[in-house]
């Protein structure tokens, strides 16, 4: 670790990594006009199509080459780079999008506001920054290459399409690691991949009038009954170690107060440390669907509802050892810039890399950032050099690694 910290030093210290370095500090206000400009064009998951387009041309516009894969990504790599690549990486797509670009907007003091403003407008802007800074002085020659990615499909039911592509069996041997930028903050290193599951309930009725079809089988009233009974159960179910969750996030169903509604859905997502216990959720969810259907239709004159559940969704779990290479890279590089940072769990882009057995972490990109997926996002650019520098050491150490 005493050799790593040494050669963090030396190449901190590399006249090439200072000007990249220094570039970081003096272009702050073209990092955050850049950052605002993307975040104005909206990328909700599966229509992150323009984003993208705006991305390869920034990419282009500082010396990379730039295409856009089959999946949607936008990959951009340096003229005449080689294989191997370490890989960074952000996420193109957000939870809400802006209406109208006047959403994104910059407070009295300095805060970005608007959807998507750090989650992932920060990792999207460092990938700008790097490129361009990358492109004004060439920090670091080496055997392999680095590739800049931004990816789509991250977010809601986009199930991590977008890195599924990317790490594809094909491009396997090309990629050597990967640093996953996700929002803003420094203080962890996700190298734990918290696997997920989501599923859709659908119950559907013959539907009819609220008093003239009294007492048909109303597929809300046992659809809510589903959520409870659930609820209930999974509550003890999710309780203690390993650390659960379950979250129901969209309910939808009927269309007039006098009218019994033909269909009502929810959509839920399953999170575990256990794949056991994600397992145990998803078979309870199944169950309290058909006892709450069971339950409709031992109340109704006529009319009988029907269940189903559907899976939408599901995110791998996977881990790094403690003493993974990529881990004494980052800790080191914390450890030069005076970063107290912790290892996490959390269910990110590095997922699918992690649960294929590649060396992959998630960090944030410097600044800070609140409100992730609520329609109250901010982002403060202040200190946003920091978390760079933290991405450009670490990229050019694993260059640089045998």
């Given amino acids: ?55 390869a041309n920034r990419f282009r516009s500082s010396g990379w080459e730039a295409r856009i894969d089959r999946a949607g990504n936008v990959v951009a790599s340096l003229p005449g780079a080689r294989e191997p690549v370490v890989a960074v990486t952000a996420h193109l797509d957000t939870v809400y999008a802006p209406r109208l670009p006047e959403e994104i907007k910059v407070d009295g003091d300095g805060r970005f506001l608007g959807p998507g403003v750090s989650d992932n407008g920060a990792g999207l802007a460092a990938l700008l920054a790097l490129a361009a800074a990358w492109n004004a002085s060439p920090p670091v020659r080496a055997a392999c290459s680095p590739m800049l990615v931004a990816n789509v499909g991250e977010e809601g039911e986009g199930n991590l399409s977008g890195m599924r592509y990317l790490c594809r069996p094909a491009n396997l041997p090309k990629i050597r690691a990967l640093l996953v930028l996700d929002g803003p903050s420094t203080d962890h290193i996700t ?139 980052i800790r080191a590089v914390d450890a030069h810039l005076g970063i107290r940072s912790h290892l996490d769990c959390s269910s990110t882009d590095a997922n699918i890399p992690l649960s294929l057995g590649l060396p992959a972490i998630s960090i944030g990109a410097g600044g800070q950032g609140g409100g992730a997926h609520t329609t109250a996002e901010w982002f403060q650019p202040e200190g946003r050099e920091r978390g760079l520098t933290r991405v450009l050491l670490a990229l050019c150490l694993l260059l640089m690694s045998e």
Avoid: Y
């Fill in 1 to 55: 670790m005493r050799a790593l910290a040494q050669s963090v030093a030396e190449l901190a210290a590399a006249a090439p990594v200072r000007a990249a370095i220094d570039w970081f500090r003096r272009e702050r206000a073209w990092i955050n006009e850049q950052h605002l400009n993307l975040c104005r064009i909206p990328a909700p998951t599966f229509f992150e199509e323009k984003r993208a387009e705006w991305m």
């Fill in 191 to 329: 190298s734990q991949a918290l696997a997920s599951r989501r599923f859709d309930l659908t119950i559907t009725g013959a539907g009819g009038h609220s008093w003239s079809d009294s007492g048909t089988g109303n597929p809300i009233h046992a659809l809510s009954r589903a959520v409870t009974i659930f609820t209930d159960e999974a509550a003890a179910l999710a309780a203690g170690p390993p650390r659960s969750s379950f979250n129901f996030g969209v309910i939808e169903g009927g269309s007039s107060i006098n009218a019994i509604p033909n269909e009502a859905r929810a959509k839920v997502d399953l999170r575990s440390e256990s794949a056991e216990r994600i397992e145990r959720m998803a078979v309870l969810l199944s169950s309290a669907l058909e006892r709450a259907v069971e339950l409709e239709n031992s109340r109704s004159a006529a009319g009988r509802v029907a269940g189903r559940v559907k899976e939408i969704g599901s995110r791998p779990a996977g881990a790094l050892p403690p003493d993974a290479p990529i881990l004494e890279c």
